[in-house]
Nanobody, 126 residues
Framework: QVQLVESGGGLVQAGGSLRLSCAAS????????MAWFRQTPGKERESVAA????????YYADSVKGRFTISRDNTKNTVSLQMNSLKPEDTAVYYC???????????????????WGQGTQVTVSS
């Protein structure tokens, strides 16, 4: 298991930017596919972005394409999510997640990820 700790959430006005970071400890970080999910009350957790073990492949939900960028640094055991042009509908709790087995799915599913951070709140005001 890998332990994950998110940081960087907060309150921002629409059109603004935030950068989320996730620090991992435990097993070899480069063995994990990493992803960011988000969840709002009453809704299922949805995948936002994901990155392969090497960083060479990425996934983005249609709703964030062109605005969010996921990146990882296997030397520092971190994965980040740069969020630009934020919209009120981006408001959610954002979770960092790690997947040990398999490959990066076309649409990452939360059931594929065995390790989760505690979540960080992102609030975008209009």
């Amino acid at each position: 298991q890998v332990q994950l700790v998110e940081s960087g959430g907060g309150l921002v006005q629409a059109g603004g930017s935030l950068r989320l970071s996730c620090a991992a400890s435990g097993r070899t970080f480069s063995s994990y596919i990493m992803a960011w999910f988000r969840q709002t009350p009453g809704k299922e957790r949805e995948s936002v972005a994901a990155v392969s073990r090497s960083g060479g492949s990425t996934y983005y939900a249609d709703s964030v394409k062109g605005r969010f960028t996921i990146s990882r640094d296997n030397t520092k055991n971190t994965v980040s999510l740069q969020m630009n042009s934020l919209k009120p509908e981006d408001t959610a709790v954002y979770y960092c997640a790690a997947q040990f087995w398999g490959t990066l799915a076309t649409i990452p599913r939360q059931t594929d990820f065995g390790s989760w951070g505690q979540g960080t709140q992102v609030t975008v005001s209009s």
